[in-house]
């Protein structure tokens, strides 16, 4: 398969770097915490620890797992919370300039989290060539896209919510801790 007939995955490198860096200090944090907890009795401030380190783990890797895919039929944005699908024939302006948002026919605006304003990106241009990107797969498949309409749905993040369960369970267990 050629690689304008397959899918394409837009991401900024430095998001996945950033990422696995902070979930594995934050990680490491929380498991010293739980370690210490067993050596000395769980107390309200190490519960406290791990709950904010796990909380911190969890948002990291809801807002790094943001990426943009291209693929045959659609464009798909997948943000913190939320995934939108909206085939090309759905698409009418691409904007860029640091920050990728798509703007649909039926008046939505969809900001991609993956290519949101950043300063670095005055002088890389990680946008620009997202944007650029997807123009090229709207206009080579934007007459033969799907007729499906623009779908919207929560995004599951396994890992994130695993440790935002954790992160809630060791605040409530610090609380009914005490000091």
Not at 21 to 27: K, N, P
Request: contains cysteine; hydrophobic residues 45%.
């Amino acid at each position: 398969m050629s690689r304008k007939n397959s899918d394409e995955t837009l991401r900024r490198i430095s998001q996945k770097i950033l990422s696995w860096s902070l979930t594995f200090i934050f990680g490491a944090v929380a498991a010293g915490l739980v370690a210490a907890g067993f050596s000395t009795g769980f107390a309200a401030g190490p519960l406290s620890g791990v709950a904010v380190s796990l909380g911190i783990v969890a948002l990291t890797q809801r807002v790094s797992g943001s990426l943009t895919t291209l693929r045959t039929d659609s464009l798909v944005v997948i943000n913190p919370l939320m995934t939108y699908t909206v085939p090309y024939a759905d698409i009418t302006r691409i904007g860029g300039g640091g920050t990728l948002n798509i703007l649909t026919h039926s008046g939505h605006e969809i900001n991609a989290t993956s290519f949101g304003g950043s300063l670095i990106d005055n002088f890389v241009g990680s946008a620009d060539r997202a944007v650029e990107r997807i123009e090229a797969r709207v206009r080579q498949h934007r007459s033969h896209a799907s007729t499906a309409p623009m779908s919207k749905k929560f995004r599951v993040s396994w890992f994130a919510d695993l440790c935002t369960l954790g992160a809630v369970v060791c605040g409530a267990a610090a609380g009914l801790v005490g000091t």
